[in-house]
């Protein structure tokens, strides 16, 4: 719909066009509009992220707040953790005519982050503790709050990479276990965002501009739940809301219009996991997850705009589509202190091919992780490379001690906690180090335009994602 206004005087007609000026400003207006999540895209928690984040049937401590709040209750120690990551960009886009625009669209900036957690269950070293709670930060170190917004344009952008979805973010969880077999976990995920409404008060002859915005947060539920039948075997299930976080703002002109200026700065759709993790020995985990994501919600990916309550310009629907991610891991117990893991996920482009008027650019992924663990604690039989709430097939062993190292028990039904066993409980290894190393391959994409005289005409892109990082963890 193409909207048309008519003005008495020259004066009035600068006086909107200030206005619309002035709300695109305050939009920090460029041609990135960045979505998505980075815990979405790369994972919390060194451990988790080296098994693929497959971790909706083995997550515990800190990072199950996010992947199952559930698991939770297998974290049966006070648990301390701090990790730092680093992700840089290495991403291709060459059009027909796009020109130092395809230079624009790669240069993502690289993202540095701090975590935190905590994680306890409210009988710390008791395993028939029925509660648990645990926390999770994520901070990027360069900005706690980005955000970068511009109308629809034929400008081409990775609009699910970059420093528009990089911010604040804080996990909380609580967990429930009403059986030995089942625990019920629920959390939120809270994002910092820029909320209120600018009203920016442009009248003939006025001398100032005057911009009210604040900043706040938005919320999601995270609601899991952990099927434990077997000491060696259990099944995860995970719901995350949606996280739509807007900002708008509103420019008011001298009785002529009342524009409003909305656009979405970051989408986290709907998600459903289910996962499966299974002792194959005593030493050798395998992990598996499936996760679907909801982007079909995702419709607007530009600044939409109204004056009067009429839209103006055009409203551009993104077109995404829902996708399936599978995950898969394994973690091996190479030596009695020391863990070696590897993981794989899929995930297919959510966006379509670029043929029309925008340049929304995405590519399928295959990402590959491998990571280490190494743990120590001050009592030598009590070593054991396996991480709080990690199961282990040598739990049907007689003594508590077998080979010189501790039995750690997932804390499934199926593991005896006979009193003989109950002093390995009693103690996990106080210090943990991993680390992980985790690549993206952008499977190479083309885009073939309707128009042959589109001003960036056909084009192909892909590249690759390269993140590190490592974590610390002390347990009480």
Request: proline share 5%.
């Amino acid at each position: 719909m193409v909207v048309s206004f008519r003005f008495s005087a020259l004066g009035r007609s600068c006086s909107l066009a200030l206005a619309i000026l002035a709300g695109a400003f305050a939009l920090l207006g460029t041609a990135r509009p960045a979505r998505g999540n980075d815990l979405d895209l790369f994972g919390l928690g060194a451990r988790e992220i080296s098994l693929g984040g497959a971790m909706t049937a083995y997550s515990n401590e800190f990072a199950a707040t996010y992947y199952n709040p559930a698991g939770l209750m297998n974290g049966r120690h006070l648990a301390l953790s701090t990790g730092y990551s680093f992700a840089d960009y290495a991403l291709d886009f060459d059009s027909q005519r796009g020109g130092t625009l395809d230079d624009d669209a790669t240069r993502i900036r690289d993202l540095a982050g701090i975590s935190f957690g905590l994680s306890t269950t409210l009988a710390p070293g008791d395993p028939d503790a029925k509660f648990a709670v645990g926390f999770a930060l994520f901070l990027p170190v360069k900005r706690a709050l980005d955000i970068s917004e511009s109308t629809a344009s034929e400008v081409p952008e990775f609009v699910l990479y970059g420093g528009g979805r990089d911010r604040l973010a804080i996990y909380l969880g609580g967990a429930f276990r009403p059986f030995p077999w089942l625990s019920i976990g629920a959390g939120a995920t809270l994002f910092a965002d820029s909320d209120g409404e600018n009203v920016n008060n442009i009248l003939v002859g006025a001398d100032r501009i005057e911009f009210e915005q604040d900043a706040s947060h938005d919320a999601a539920p995270v609601i899991g739940v952990l099927l434990e039948p077997w000491e060696f075997l259990s099944f995860g299930v995970t719901y995350r809301g949606e996280l739509s976080t807007k900002i708008e703002f509103r420019s008011i002109t001298n009785d002529l219009a009342d524009i409003t200026f909305e656009s979405i700065t970051l989408f986290s759709p709907h998600q459903v996991a289910i996962g499966a993790a299974f002792d194959a020995t005593a030493r050798l985990t395998f992990v598996l997850d499936v996760t679907w994501y909801n982007w079909s919600a995702f419709k607007d990916a530009f600044i939409v705009a109204e004056a009067n309550g009429l839209l103006v310009g055009n409203r551009v629907d993104s077109g995404f589509d829902d996708i399936i991610v599978p995950r898969v891991g394994v973690e091996f117990e190479a030596l009695p202190w020391l863990l070696l893991r590897f993981g794989y996920f899929y995930q297919p482009s959510p966006a379509p091919e670029q043929d029309g008027f925008t340049n929304l650019i995405d590519n399928d992924k295959h990402v590959l992780s491998i990571g280490v663990g190494f743990q120590y604690d001050t009592d030598p039989l009590l070593r054991s490379s396996r991480p709080a709430g990690v199961g282990t097939a040598e739990a049907t062993h007689d003594g508590p001690h077998e080979n010189d190292r501790a039995i750690f028990p997932r804390g499934r039904s199926g593991v005896d906690f006979g009193p003989e066993r109950m002093p390995a409980l009693r103690k996990w290894p106080i210090l943990s180090l991993d680390m992980f190393f985790q690549y993206h391959f952008l499977a190479p994409r083309d885009h073939g335009k309707i128009d042959p005289a589109d001003p960036i005409g056909d084009s192909d892109s892909g590249g690759s994602i390269l993140n590190f990082g490592l974590q610390l963890t002390l347990r009480f």
